[in-house]
């Protein structure tokens, strides 16, 4: 973090500022319309719970680049890891001559994620790219093609993975055809399924998958365990337990994406380390390098070696910047003790949006784990979603020198992603500018 950022909100002019504007027109000229932008705000710098705009506009960052700076932005171990790292090589391709980087990349892996068991990784650039080749892996490994993925759930923007994703609009329409072999079953949502039990809600699951795919057809089910997108919904305990452990009856690959949930965000490194969950594959992303493009698949040494050698790879996967960055990340967690911190940060943010819901039946749920919190807006005394209402809060937050992003299947959740370095004075200062624009909105 540039170490002169404050560490303070502030805004000097209105939001959006002139050179942002500016800067807007000429993106709409020179960028495809298609990549939408959730503020009209361009950054220059950004660290601890910060992000500095162009024309000089502190905002607080209750989003980390939706979930990607975790340890925060340009964290003092990422930079000087990746400036050691960038003046050494930037690039040799690990599939043509490898360097160290990738193989601690993939032993840190092995080690933090869920299971004592003999684990390989393999490393990609996007959430979506890494999905896809624990799909391929599967698939490698069962001699089988079905994939089965759950309602609300968000898997990626490629091809494979936009018939995973359930949305859609925006992430589908017009965009087809899709993948085949990608069956949908119901997911465990406790705000919306009046809190059917977790094995209840798993059994439904289970014998849509049993009727409508058949266990023998099935490589793979992919699950977030905490859907992000989707609307940071926490399904009833169990549900995971549960499903797990059909797939293992049954000779089916269980796939956790943790692109979202993993790496401290939710207050534990992993989000299935809350249930005890042990995935055969685990997909990660996002948090995993400080905001270098890096994703993994990681798991069982017999279903990750099923591939054919060279049949995964890719010219840029596990960049050696990526990799320095993604030591640093580790690093960082695990010394500043930041799986505890979003544990703090939970324990701050509930209770004060419980305390808000109290107060206005607008908001109909308050949930999700450690830093990756979320309020559901609805319309009083109904479970109606309102999406134009998250829009309206957002943004006034913005216009008020909040980052705070929108989310669900109805677009009606408010989502909350502190990096775990944000302090606490800015993480209650933006809750208390979140509260104002309710009030603002009730008029
Ligand atoms: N799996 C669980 O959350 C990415 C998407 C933003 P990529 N989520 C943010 C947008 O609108 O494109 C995500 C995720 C889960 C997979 C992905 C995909 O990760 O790195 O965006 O490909």
């Not at 000089?56 to 171990?77: C, E, H, K, M």
């Not at 080749?133 to 091809?159: E, L, P, S």
């Not at 936009?162 to 965009?175: C, I, R």
């Amino acid at each position: 973090m540039t170490a002169h950022l404050q560490q303070r909100r502030e805004l000097v002019t209105a939001v959006p500022g002139p050179r942002s504007i500016e800067l807007m027109a000429r993106k709409d000229a020179a960028v495809a319309q298609g990549i939408g932008t959730t503020m009209p705000v361009f950054a220059v710098e950004a660290g601890g719970g910060v992000v500095k705009d162009v024309d000089g506009n502190t905002f607080i960052d209750l989003g980390s680049g939706i979930a990607v700076t975790t340890v925060g932005n340009s964290a003092p171990r990422v930079v000087e890891a990746v400036q050691r790292q960038v003046e050494s090589f930037t690039h040799t391709c690990f599939m043509v001559t490898p360097y160290e980087g990738y193989v601690a990349v993939a032993e840190a892996l092995n080690r933090l994620t869920p299971g004592d068991h003999e684990k390989r990784s393999a490393l990609f650039n996007s959430g979506a790219e890494a999905v896809e080749n624990a799909i391929k892996i599967a698939r490698a490994h069962t001699k089988r093609q079905a994939v089965v993925v759950f309602d609300h759930a968000y898997h990626g923007r490629t091809n494979l993975t936009m018939a995973m994703t359930a949305k859609s609009m925006p992430y589908k329409s017009g965009f087809g055809p899709f993948a085949p072999e990608v069956y949908r079953a119901p997911m465990s949502y406790p705000y919306r399924d009046h809190a059917v039990s977790g094995a209840e809600a798993a059994r439904d699951a289970i014998t849509i998958i049993e009727k409508q795919v058949g266990a023998a057809n099935l490589a793979a089910v992919v699950i977030e365990p905490i859907q992000g997108e989707g609307g940071f919904i926490v399904p009833a305990d169990g549900f995971l337990p549960a499903i797990s452990q059909w797939c293992t009856d049954n000779g089916v690959v269980f796939v956790a994406d943790e692109v979202q949930t993993g790496f401290a965000r939710t207050g534990a490194m992993f989000a299935c380390d809350h249930e005890g969950v042990v995935p055969d594959l685990i997909v990660t992303a996002k948090g995993i390098a400080g905001g270098l493009p890096l994703s993994a698949v990681t798991g069982r040494a017999d279903v990750m070696d099923a591939s054919h050698v060279s049949g995964l790879g890719g010219t840029y996967g596990g960049n050696p910047l990526a990799c320095a960055a993604a030591l640093a990340t580790i690093e960082t967690i695990e010394q500043d003790g930041l799986v505890a911190r979003a544990g703090e940060i939970e324990r701050l943010m509930v209770p004060a949006l419980q305390k808000l819901q109290a107060d206005d039946d607008r908001i109909g749920d308050v949930r999700g784990r450690g830093a990756m919190i979320a309020v559901e807006l609805v319309r009083p005394g109904t479970d109606e979603p309102d999406a134009d209402l998250a829009k309206a809060v957002a943004t006034s937050a913005h216009r008020a020198g909040v980052i705070v992003l929108t989310c669900g299947t109805f677009g009606n959740v408010l989502r909350f992603l502190p990096p775990l370095s944000i302090s606490d004075e800015l993480l209650t200062e933006g809750l208390q500018i979140l509260t104002h624009a309710f009030e603002e909105t009730n008029a």
